[in-house]
């Protein structure tokens, strides 16, 4: 994005006429406009006029620093939330293994040993994934208001999954002698929630506090 760019995106952010704009930085429509297009570039008195106009720094309007900024700030957010999907859907495969092995295969053991497998594949997932890009997902403001009764509606919803696949798995294969694992699973998928949002949660608070600070 060129400086032009920037300076038409943050002018119609912002909601004001080219016109508008010019009589901010005392300068004419006609020139607003040739900074828009690219015809040419403003001076250094008006670059720091516009920076504090918009409330950016030069950085941001010279090299659209913030841009990249929030493109991998949204790649990183992406890419969590895709493992964090991928972990728990690990999670149930590795019940769902279990069960088959145990129940059509008559296999206990190899079913065991692949449940085991496949438990530490996905809580390693979460362990790469928490490290890797939780702490540089950014939070919306609607995120960071997020409170422990949020956690704990996450954690029922979690529970109440946990306990209709149960049922549903166990009535169908009668396989209780296994499927009571579930009980083992739900609370461990609720723990690794409460580390990864809790700690998360916690980083921005401390975030916030230093700033204050500052």
């Keep these: 994005m060129t400086i032009g760019e920037r300076i038409f995106t943050l002018r119609k952010e912002r909601g004001i006429s080219q016109e508008e704009l010019a009589n901010e930085l005392n300068v004419s429509r006609q020139s607003v ?4 297009t690219n015809q040419s ?5 008006k670059i720091v006029l516009l920076c504090q106009f918009f409330g950016i720094t030069t950085d941001e309007l010279l090299t659209g620093k913030k841009d990249i900024v929030k493109a ?7 890419k969590y939330a895709i493992n964090l999907g991928i972990s728990i859907g690990l999670y149930i495969f590795s019940v769902v293994l279990i069960i088959v092995f145990a129940t059509f295969f008559k296999n206990a053991i190899i079913g065991v040993c692949l449940f085991l497998t496949v438990i530490a ?3 390693g997932l979460i362990v790469y994934n928490s490290v890797r890009y939780g702490k540089n997902v950014v939070k919306s403001e609607k995120e960071e208001a997020s409170s422990p009764s949020q956690l704990k509606t996450v954690y029922e919803l979690v529970s109440l999954i946990g306990l209709v696949l149960y049922f549903v798995i166990s009535f169908l294969t009668k396989a209780w002698y296994i499927t009571w694992l579930m009980f083992l699973i ?3 998928v609720n723990i690794l929630i409460k580390i990864i949002f809790g700690n998360k949660n916690n980083d921005i608070k401390e975030e916030a506090t230093d700033e204050q600070g500052d």
């Design 33 to 36: 406009s040739k900074w828009e």
């Design 41 to 45: 570039t403003p001076d250094f008195d």
């Design 72 to 78: 991998n700030e949204i790649d990183n957010k992406n």
């Design 121 to 123: 594949i996905a809580t």
């Design 186 to 188: 739900i609370p461990a």
